[in-house]
């Protein structure tokens, strides 16, 4: 198993003081994140749609980041949008795919979106416009949890997102099942009172690894969505240092890092 441990974004102004020294441009932060990450996950792209150009201006900065993108809402909340906007899309994102740079295309419906014929017409849909790149889908409804739905992504091609997440009436945690080509995690926190802010203890971090451990052995993305305070930073380089991967941690987070049980 080949693990990439990552963050969900990495332009965050609460990250400057605690990652990000205080006078680094904002330019550089991403150069200044690829020297402790090789993966990042970019969130912006649920919000607007991706700037060519500032898609090229992120690889001109980062020598060998490579670069996971959340499909817009269009795609999964409004579920409205046209043959252009695929194209506008993915047009955006063509220069990572030139570069070999590209890791998945996340699809996040929303827990609202449950199962039934159909929303499967839907994300069988995303998989024909969508064809050829790698995809990743995470679902939050609990209805989901059905092997024929497993089933169902297999055939279509999709990844299945396992999550670690506050456990809600409604909200599908997990289900820590390997499902398509690659292992694809997010770490969203524990706290249901305050979503992203989060720590998670070593012991957590440990449970965690275990998990991912038995999803078997594909290439695994780990990315951590507590971004609050740069708290996504401090768990990915731990995750990463037990996972034996070599980092060297930045100083202004080495007292954070308190409990050094992997050395």
Known sequence: MRVYIGCSGFFYKDWVGGFYPPLLKREDYIRFYSQYFQVVEINSSFYNFPNRGTVKSMLSRSSSLRFAFKAHRTFTHHRSYTQEDVKKFLHALEPTLEEDRFIALLFQFPERFGYGEENLRHIKKLSEDFKGIQKVIEVRSKSFKKVDFYQFLEELGFSLVNTDAPKGKGFLVGPWIGIGAINYIRLHGRDPEKPYDY?????????????????????????????????????????????????????????????????
């Open 199 to 263: 720590l998670y203890s070593l012991d957590e971090l440990k449970k965690i690894k275990e998990k991912v451990r038995r999803l078997g052995e594909r290439d695994t993305y780990i990315f951590f969505n507590n971004t609050v305070r740069a708290q996504a930073v401090l768990n990915a380089l731990q995750l990463k240092l037990l996972f034996g991967i070599r980092v060297e941690v930045p100083k202004n987070l080495q007292s954070s890092l308190r409990e050094r049980e992997w050395e």
